[in-house]
């Protein structure tokens, strides 16, 4: 399914193919001031980018909704950092939970 624009009206329909059940989403036209696209890049001390990735889009991803998650991540390897883009409100969010899973295993 595209991603909806962000400050522009827009319904989503999509169709379960599980059970055909419907979902309707509506994003409504006024800007939120949280909606500021931002990209940060977080460069990790201890864990694996990639698998620290794998562990947020779990968490990031709503089996309840028709949207796809806010922010988007991508791994690079050869810096052993996250690329993370997404609404400022929601970047804060995820950055918080990066710094609590980039932590020294004993």
Do not use: F, W
């Not at 379960?16 to 949280?34: K, M, N």
């Not at 620290?52 to 052993?80: F, H, I, K, W, Y």
């Amino acid at each position: 399914m595209p991603r909806l624009p962000a400050p522009a009206l827009a319904v989503a329909l999509a169709l379960s193919t599980a059970g055909l059940q419907g979902c309707i989403a509506v994003v409504h036209d006024e800007p939120d001031p949280g909606y500021e696209t931002v990209l940060e890049v977080v460069a990790l001390q201890n864990a694996v980018a990639s698998d620290v990735v794998v562990s947020m889009t779990g968490l990031l991803q709503d089996p309840d909704s028709c949207l796809e998650p806010e922010v988007s991540l991508v791994a690079d390897q050869r810096t052993n950092s996250i690329v993370i883009r997404g609404p400022r409100k929601e970047v804060d969010r995820t950055l918080a939970t990066i710094e609590k899973l980039d932590r020294k295993v004993q």
